[in-house]
């Protein structure tokens, strides 16, 4: 069954510890994507990969970092720099160029 | 140039009728046009796409329109049902590049 495996959905911590959220994914997809959401809001991207070895920043990666290690696997690191970090972090990825992005059921955070 | 607009943020429709959510954009090299479903917790899920090739495209209940020289395009839901009852999110990019997203609609249809 292919998909988008987000882990854990529910994620707590306190403030000042680093969290990294898994990501993976066997459609065999090039790029990723993290998002993060808000209540009532819009998604706002965080960091993308297109392929192995290499990403980029999006609008609000201050505070977060990725790594691409493996075509398979993208998680994010939320990082005690990140001075909001409470929010619904979405994993997405694309296939082809013509393709739209498939994404994950999330993963809830909250930093107390 | 890469924002998309999206409007109304909140719509709330009886049972039965006609969902209309617009959106508008600037960047005239966009050739690709998504809408995306979010129900309460889980991740959006493609809905339908369009590309600036045809002036709509239908399935199901689920029809965009999309006017290439006023930049807009428009998700209509006919006989809308309270288990449409969402957050829609319109989407814009070109070809092999990120998705701009909307910043959303929650629709709320009534039984």
């Known amino acids: 069954d292919g998909g988008i495996t987000q882990s854990p959905k529910y994620l707590f911590r306190k403030e000042g510890q680093n969290v990294t959220l898994s990501c993976e994914q066997n459609?065999?997809?090039?790029?990723m994507y993290w998002y993060r959401q808000d209540p009532g809001q819009g998604l706002r991207l965080i960091y993308y990969s297109q392929i192995v070895n290499d990403f980029q920043k999006g609008d609000i990666a201050e505070g977060y970092s990725v790594s691409r290690e493996k075509k398979e696997s993208f998680p994010l690191t939320v990082t005690s720099a990140q001075k909001n970090p409470t929010a619904f972090y979405l994993c997405a990825t694309k296939g082809g160029s013509w393709d739209g992005y498939t994404f994950g059921s999330g993963t809830r955070l909250t930093v107390v | 140039q890469q924002q998309v607009k999206q409007s109304p943020q909140s719509l709330i429709v009886q049972k039965g009728g006609i969902s209309i959510i617009n959106c508008a954009y600037e960047?005239?090299?966009?050739?690709?046009f998504p809408w995306y479903q979010q129900f309460p917790g889980k991740g959006p899920a493609l809905l339908i796409a369009?590309?600036?090739?045809?002036s709509e495209k239908k399935e199901g209940r689920f029809t965009i329109s999309f006017n290439k020289s006023a930049k807009q395009f428009s998700l209509h839901i006919m006989d809308s049902q309270p288990g449409d009852s969402a957050t829609y999110f319109c989407a814009a990019s070109m070809r092999g590049s990120r998705l701009t997203f909307g910043e959303g609609t929650q629709l709320t249809v009534n039984p």
């Open positions: 369009i590309r600036p090739d045809v």
């Open positions: 960047n005239t090299a966009f050739d690709y």
């Open positions: 459609l065999n997809h090039d790029a």
